[in-house]
């Protein structure tokens, strides 16, 4: 149980274009995901926060406008990097709160989205 | 501003030995406490969870929680080559927006064979 998917695996793109990424919990429903951005040898930096029906609420320093969220369903979560640029290049993962849990907080990531931007 | 640090590594360990990672945390009203494992180029997996001050134990893992010292470890027992990965600690807190976690910045462990 608490598998989370992502889709694509890995992109690459010219700059300029969009990319959407999907986080779809696959066996939990996931009121709140998680969207994070990793750059190698770094550690994980959490970009925003996706709540179900809402808007999402996002870190300082990560502009909206350029990450969009959508978080329409209970298993769905959307990032879109809007007007992408090569030092968007990075790895997203996303993760979900599965509240049915155990403790109710336990977070599962997905597998992680490689964008290259050209 | 709520802290999780992680000495960075690389923990060195033969094979067969315990490995014993560290985390301490800033914010005393933390509740969830959380080892992850990331291989290089993959995402992090979750491997332990905690809740109570005490020992948790899942096969070769131990966790180990102790709220008053704002600390929290993870052992492993019989360490295998296949371990070799950097592991994350993450808290958790009823005050933060969604109940999001903070993530210390990871401990690199070597297992030698």
């Known amino acids: 149980g608490a598998v989370v998917s992502q889709h694509p695996s890995w992109v690459i793109c010219k700059s300029g274009t969009s990319v959407k990424i999907e986080c779809r919990s696959l066996?939990?429903?996931?009121?709140?995901m998680f969207w994070y951005r990793q750059f190698p040898k770094q550690s994980l930096m959490l970009m925003a926060t996706?709540?179900?029906?809402?808007?999402?609420?996002?870190e300082q320093g990560v502009e909206k406008d350029k990450f969009l969220i959508n978080h329409a369903s209970l298993t769905l979560s959307t990032l879109t990097v809007t007007s992408a640029h090569p030092e968007d290049s990075s790895f997203y993962i996303c993760s979900a709160r599965d509240i049915m849990g155990a403790g109710g907080s336990e977070q599962y990531f997905g597998p992680g989205t490689r964008l290259t931007v050209t | 501003q709520k802290e999780v640090e992680q000495n960075s590594g690389p923990l060195s360990v033969p094979e067969g030995a315990i490995a014993s990672l560290n985390c301490t945390y800033s914010?005393?009203?933390?509740?969830?406490f959380f080892w992850y494992r990331q291989y290089s180029g993959k995402s992090p997996e979750l491997i332990m969870f905690?809740?109570?001050?005490g020992d948790k134990e899942d096969g070769r893992f131990t966790a180990q929680l102790n709220k008053a010292s704002q600390y929290v470890s993870l052992l492993i027992r019989d360490s295998q080559p296949s371990d070799s990965a950097t592991y994350l600690c993450?808290?958790?807190?009823?005050?933060?927006?969604?109940?999001?976690?903070?993530f210390g910045g990871g401990t690199r462990l070597m297992v030698k064979p």
């Open positions: 993450a808290v958790g807190s009823p005050n933060n927006a969604g109940n999001m976690l903070t």
């Open positions: 066996d939990f429903q996931a009121t709140t």
């Open positions: 996706s709540n179900e029906g809402s808007k999402a609420t996002y």
């Open positions: 905690i809740y109570s001050n």
């Open positions: 914010d005393r009203g933390s509740q969830s």
